[in-house]
């Protein structure tokens, strides 16, 4: 078992961003497909059937959430989720510089699975680069007469608009990024309603991941059995990992869900680098619970088996740390991202982060006390569940598991008195 | 509807209701801040987090809607705990500076805080406390007590359209005032003290005056304009210090005339004792010789020498009482519409603030309809937050032209040409709209908006969109620039408009004169004629408030009672009536008008009935289709120049109003971007105005949306003698740097 | 309303109506034109918070409330070069923290300073999403990524 290449197959090749490259390799020919030999609903359908799950973090089922998309007359958009911006995520970011025409084609089938004539990339405002790829592979397509007013010559139109953002984490939440697509702040959205139902101006909208749009060409081709064959019981297909931190070859690798955590460590990213020894793994993004070298003894690299072992498989996203890294320290700069990135709307995730951070800068200069720890522990029952949005929460993913599978290592500081900085 | 169970109790809710409105049902407090029940849902501050069977998270009771069946628990260890920690998050950076907070007593984190939080705070690190900040006369901003909950700013954006308010940065740094301004006084500034549910935001006029648990409340009206809001009114050992609105009376709003506008009462200027002249002084000689003086005066004139002109804001027992002392002496002529307008009341079919804000297509003509109407231009920028379409044609409001959808802007003079010809299907090229705005607008015309137009359009006008509305069966309000007019109407309290009174004032027809609560100076454009009038009346009695240009000439100063100290009857622009209570006690001679006239006239041996049995509005009804009079433009130069009260000027008794005063400190010059850029003026330079004889300096502002070559320019300031250079509203003008 | 063209240069005018004919309804557009008046100007100062105001029909604190929201409008004057060194987590613990203090001491100033000649300004960032090749930095708009000290003084040589 190594790497298996779906989503990464043509990233190597030279001009790989090129329509005629990817036309070569059998380019559009799956927008094809759908349109003329599918209706929107059979999409929905196959993709149901092929068990691919949200690759932004969250992990719901794609087909489902298409599913609630009510039958209106209002016109319905697609939105493709660019704004990779959880910490240690970086696999959004290869398809759109080198296979943009790949994700622009499982957006145009997407958009006439749920019967959107309209659909934006929201691309984080820091991929600037990445926006002018999409910009002309969008331009090139229309040129080809593959995208616009007549898609493929089959009479349905589909327009694609890149938008960028302009740095603000929580625009990934999927209502605080339609909110920033209308020219406001980042808000999120209360839910209910959801954004199917009532999302971008009010109408039905669906909001998905890079990976996860640039999974749909290969249901369509070769079906949603066939990419339900790939992984395990509740984890279909392949997905990529951005593994990054403490490492000999950190990249980004796309694995068969289900594929052992020793794989990728060891076998694909050279395991952990200068001879040291593995201290702690965060397997999903920053705001998935980090796991200690004795939970991740025999982990496979899929959603069920990694939440069993209490955390998540997050957006892929694996942040390797040695035995040289420094926890409090880890925690202390993960507290002080989620405190800077807070949108600030509601009381528990504005103060809570807030708090969070003036205690651990106390614990990090030395001058923290023991009852500090209990009352970080205790911002859980405050705040776990409790937000607006799930940042309230994703901040408590690295806190919570630090101090609670690393506390000698925090009391020791906080005896210590040392400051780190 | 709904049945669902709170804490064990049933009870039953309509389908759409919310947890929270349902536990009110129940008698069970739910704690919130962000929640208003006229703001949309929010779920900002999770205060009101309530543990819900088969919900796996704690839910927001202010934005879950009941489900029928469900069972929901506020008295769980786990809501105890979620509370406790909110509050304690709350109070974190919170200065507890209650025992001199102008809010302690009505501060929800206070109370709050009592009822859920914890006795002790964990917090040990430093906190991050901020300097006050005063924006401008009214409000008074401690972010160190703002708890973020954004009820303001949404007050601002759902109800004013937006403003010079707003939250900056984000997460923690999150920041709530203004941008551009380092002040605040944008007509609806006071609706952000009474919606901040703690001590951020407080009132400049309230400011470490009493505490609020002193004060007892009573109900009065505000008379500023027909809409003649309801209000409550703070008291304290008889004196009023606070005002506040009260729910849905009309709407749920009030604006900074109404809410400031009491400070007259407790004015130290303002005059209690009835007045004599005794050369150039009026003298306190007590009330027998008052009375004695004013009665022997009248005997001197015939009834038709004698005439009324009355002051806006007019209760129906004082329009009855000045019917009936007219009619005990034969008195004929009376006026109210001191502001030149030549109309009188149409009316309106629209019955609430509650049908402008549902309407989807509104049609808003002429104006100033912020400026005389304030809580309509509200309830229309409601509804552009609401999706309708709002279309104005104007050459000046200054609230509604930043924030309507399309704006057709003219130049004043062309005002009432350009809607008489959108309504009689002729474009004609002197109303200043091109072919193509006009047909733009004959196109909106044609989704039958509402209409609403302004106190500035004259009769011919009037009728014309009367009629129109009548026949195509669309929604209008027709609304005067007086606020006495369905009340002067209906008793008859009028004759040929206010001009032709003073004229024969001037000629000697009229000799005696019964000034009632109206600066004339300030109100009647034509100034010129004021004076003229006023110089030469024989006899004068003024009642009112305050010494005034008016009261100068006045043979009787008579003091007058105000707000809660008569108990009245108003009639608003809907025609429905409102009552003001008597609540505070009179101090020395300040009596109603009716009651001053009910003394004169007993003096005289006449009785006056002061009893009012009935009262049912008339209204104009149409006839006929008039022409517009075409304005003649007086004066000489390149501007047309609109002379208008600015808002923070233009209420009854400005004498006694220095709060609303300071927002409008000197005369500004509003002048469009083109104008603006050629003559290279720029925001707070000073240029004199020259209106062909004197002139006046005007501070610039640099108004955007504007038409070239129009100036407007503010009246009614004291020393500032503008209108006596004019004869109309409107006159064209010189500028120089 | 009267929106002054001549504010911009003509290319940049071109892009905004470009922009604001992309989306059904055009406040949509309002990032997008903050980053491209960004572009030319350098910063959002007032008059160019107010002009983008007028353009939309909406109060000046209404677009500076969503300015300031997102951290990659400057809203005060920065260098000619904005350098952002990523600090979180995969570069922090692969040396982002040095690249900091070597640019700190190479240029003479702190993080959020701007040196004296107007060259550089220094900040630092939340994760760029260059975590495969950390620690990595922005300058304006272009990536630089495993950095060291010697390649940091390489690039930082090349700008002068």
């Not at chain 2, 609806?188 to 004060?215: D, H, Q």
Request: hydrophobic share 40%; glycine share 8%.
């Amino acid at each position: 078992m190594g790497e298996y290449r779906l989503l990464l197959a043509n990233v190597d090749k030279p001009g790989s961003h090129k329509l005629e490259v990817y036309r070569k390799a059998g380019g559009y020919e799956r927008l094809r497909k759908a349109l003329f030999e599918m209706k929107p609903d059979e999409v929905v359908e196959e993709v149901k059937k092929s068990g691919l799950r949200g690759r932004g973090g969250a992990g719901f089922p794609t087909g489902v959430k298409w599913g609630f998309v009510p039958k209106t007359d209002l016109p319905k958009y697609l939105i493709c989720n660019a704004d990779e911006g959880e910490p240690g995520t970086f696999k959004d970011r290869v398809i759109i510089e080198k296979d943009p025409h790949l994700l622009l084609e499982g957006i145009a089938i997407s958009a006439y699975a749920i019967g959107a004539h309209e659909a934006f990339i929201y691309i984080r405002g820091e991929y600037e680069y990445g926006a002018r790829i999409l910009e002309s592979a969008i331009r090139e397509a229309e040129e080809a007469g593959i995208l616009g007013d007549n898609a493929l010559g089959s009479g349905y139109r589909i327009k694609i608009v890149v938008h960028r953002g302009a740095g603000a984490y929580v625009c990934g939440e999927e209502t605080a990024l339609i909110n920033s697509l209308e020219g406001r702040r980042g808000h999120p959205r209360l839910r209910p309603p959801f954004p199917a139902s009532k999302g971008v101006y009010q109408c039905p909208t669906i909001v998905n991941n890079v990976e996860t749009l640039a999974s749909v060409p290969f249901i369509v081709e070769k079906g949603g059995d066939w990419y339900a064959s790939l992984g395990t019981e509740k984890s279909k297909g392949t997905k990529l990992f951005s593994i990054s931190g403490h490492i000999k070859r950190p990249g980004v690798y796309e694995l068969i869900l289900g594929t052992p955590f020793d794989v990728l460590l060891n076998e694909l990213a050279g395991g952990v680098r200068d001879g040291r020894k593995l201290k702690a793994v965060i397997p999903g993004g920053s705001s998935t619970p980090m796991l200690t070298a004795e939970e991740v003894e025999g982990m496979t690299l899929d959603y069920e088996n990694i939440q069993a072992r209490g955390s998540q498989l997050g957006s892929g996203a694996v942040i390797v740390m040695d035995d040289s890294t420094n926890i409090v320290k880890v925690v202390w700069r993960l507290a002080k991202f989620y405190a800077h990135e807070s949108c600030g709307q509601c009381t528990p995730c504005r103060e809570g982060t807030r708090w969070m951070v003036q205690i651990l800068d106390r614990i990090v200069r030395g001058e923290g006390r023991m009852e500090d720890l209990d009352v970080l522990l205790d911002f859980e029952s405050i705040m776990a569940g409790n937000c607006l949005c799930p940042l309230g929460d994703a901040a408590l993913g690295p806190l919570i598991s630090g101090i609670t599978k690393f506390r000698s290592e925090f009391e020791a500081q906080i005896k210590s008195g040392r400051c780190l900085v | 509807m709904a049945r669902i169970t709170i804490d064990g109790i049933a009870v039953e809710v309509r389908d759409d209701a919310t947890i929270l409105e349902a536990a009110r049902k129940a008698g069970i407090d739910i704690p919130y801040f962000c929640y208003h029940p006229y703001l949309k849902p929010a779920g900002l501050c999770r205060m009101c987090l309530v543990e819900v069977e088969g919900m796996p998270k704690l839910t927001p009771a202010c934005v879950t809607q009941v489900r029928d069946g469900m069972v929901v628990r506020t008295d769980t260890p786990r809501v105890k705990k979620a509370r406790e920690g909110i509050i304690e998050f709350q109070l974190l950076h919170h200065p507890l500076d209650c025992p001199y907070c102008d809010q302690a007593g009505e501060c929800m984190l206070q109370d709050i805080t009592y009822r859920y939080g914890r006795a002790t705070s964990r917090f040990v690190d430093e906190k991050e406390l901020f300097p006050t900040k005063f924006y401008g006369p009214f409000i008074v901003y401690e972010q160190s007590r703002c708890i973020l909950c954004k009820r303001c700013v949404r007050f601002t954006h759902e109800y004013m359209a937006g403003t010079d308010w707003n939250v900056y940065f984000r997460a923690a740094h999150s920041l709530i005032g203004t941008y551009e301004n380092k002040e605040i006084a944008d007509y609806f500034t006071c609706n952000l003290v009474e919606i901040c549910p703690v001590g951020a935001i407080t009132s400049r006029l309230y400011r470490y005056k009493v505490r609020y648990w002193t004060l007892e409340w009573a109900r009065g009206v505000c008379r500023e304009c027909g809409l003649f809001c309801s209000l409550d009114y703070g008291i304290r050992e008889n004196k009023a210090y606070r005002a506040k609105h009260n729910v849905n009376s009309p709407g749920p709003w009030i604006c900074d005339k109404g809410y400031f506008g009491f400070e007259c009462m407790n004015h130290p200027e303002r005059i209690k004792f009835a007045l004599e002249r005794r050369e150039n002084k009026l003298v306190n000689v007590g009330l027998e010789k008052v009375l004695n003086g004013i009665t022997q005066a009248l005997g001197r004139y015939k009834p038709e020498e004698v005439a009324f002109i009355l002051p806006s804001g007019l209760s129906v027992e004082d329009a009855a009482g000045i019917r009936n002392f007219m009619d005990n002496f034969g008195i004929k002529k009376a006026e109210y519409r001191v502001g030149m307008e030549d109309y009188l009341p149409f009316g309106s079919n629209v019955d609430s603030l509650e049908e402008i804000s549902e309407a989807r297509n509104i049609l808003v003509l002429s104006g100033d309809i912020s400026n005389s109407y304030p809580v309509i231009a509200l309830t229309i920028c409601e509804a552009i937050g609401k999706g309708a379409n709002v279309v104005l044609l104007t050459s000046w409001d200054y609230y509604l032209m930043k924030r309507v959808n399309n704006l057709f802007c003219i130049k004043p003079s062309c005002e009432d040409g350009a809607i008489y010809s959108l309504f009689s299907g002729k474009w004609d090229e002197f109303t200043g709209l091109s072919r193509e705005e006009y047909e733009r607008l004959e196109a909106f015309l044609q989704t039958k908006p509402m209409i609403v137009l302004g106190p500035r359009a004259q009769e011919a006008v009037r009728a014309l969109i009367v009629d129109y509305a009548i026949k195509n069966g669309l929604k209008y309000i027709i609304l005067d620039r007086s606020s006495s007019s369905y009340v002067a109407y209906t008793y008859g309290l009028f004759c040929k408009g206010i001009d032709s009174l003073l004229e024969e004032v001037k000629a000697g027809s009229v000799k005696a004169l019964f000034v009632l609560g109206v600066d004339l100076f300030r109100e009647v454009p034509n100034g010129k004629l004021v004076r003229d009038a006023l110089g030469s009346v024989d006899f004068m009695v003024y009642m009112g408030l305050f010494f005034n240009g008016t009261a100068r000439y006045a043979d009787y100063f008579l003091p007058l009672t105000e707000l809660v100290e008569e108990e009245a009857h108003f009639v608003n622009v809907f025609g429905k009536l409102t009552k003001s209570k008597k609540s505070l006690a009179r101090e020395y001679e300040e009596r109603s008008i009716r009651e001053w006239l009910k003394l004169i006239s007993e003096k005289m041996g006449k009785k006056l009935d002061l009893e009012v049995r009935e009262f049912k509005p008339k209204f104009v009804l149409v006839e006929g289709n008039k022409k517009p009079k075409d304005i003649v433009l007086s004066g000489s130069g390149d501007f047309e120049a609109l002379f208008e009260i600015p808002f923070y000027r233009n209420f009854r008794y400005m004498e006694g109003k220095s709060k609303l005063l300071e927002a409008s400190p000197e005369p500004v010059l509003n002048v469009s971007i083109y104008d603006a850029r050629s003559l290279g003026l720029s925001n707070g330079d000073y240029v004199s105005l020259d209106i062909g004889g004197p002139s006046f300096k005007y501070k610039i502002r640099v108004f955007d949306e504007l038409v070239k070559g129009v100036l407007v320019a503010d009246t009614g300031f004291e020393g500032f003698p503008v209108n006596e250079a004019l004869n109309n509203r409107i006159a064209k003008v010189k500028i120089k740097k | 309303m009267v929106v002054d063209r001549s504010f911009v240069s003509e290319e940049t005018w071109a892009k905004i109506e470009d922009l604001m004919g992309r989306y059904p309804d055009k406040r949509s557009a309002l990032l997008q034109v903050l980053h491209v008046v960004q572009d030319e100007k350098g910063y959002l100062n007032y008059d160019a918070i107010k002009w983008i105001a007028t353009l939309f029909r909406l109060p000046p604190a209404e677009v500076y409330s969503v300015a300031s929201f997102y951290t990659m409008y400057n809203l005060k004057p920065v260098g000619k070069y904005l350098i952002q060194v990523c600090t979180n987590i995969s570069c922090s613990i692969t040396g982002a923290d040095e690249i900091v203090r070597f640019i700190e001491k190479k240029l003479g100033i702190k993080v959020g300073e701007t040196t004296p000649d107007g060259k550089f300004t220094l900040i630092t960032v939340e994760c760029l999403g260059s975590c495969g090749k950390a620690p990595a930095m922005m300058i304006n708009k272009d990536y630089y990524e495993e950095l060291t000290p010697e390649k940091v003084e390489r690039i930082l040589e090349s700008l002068k």
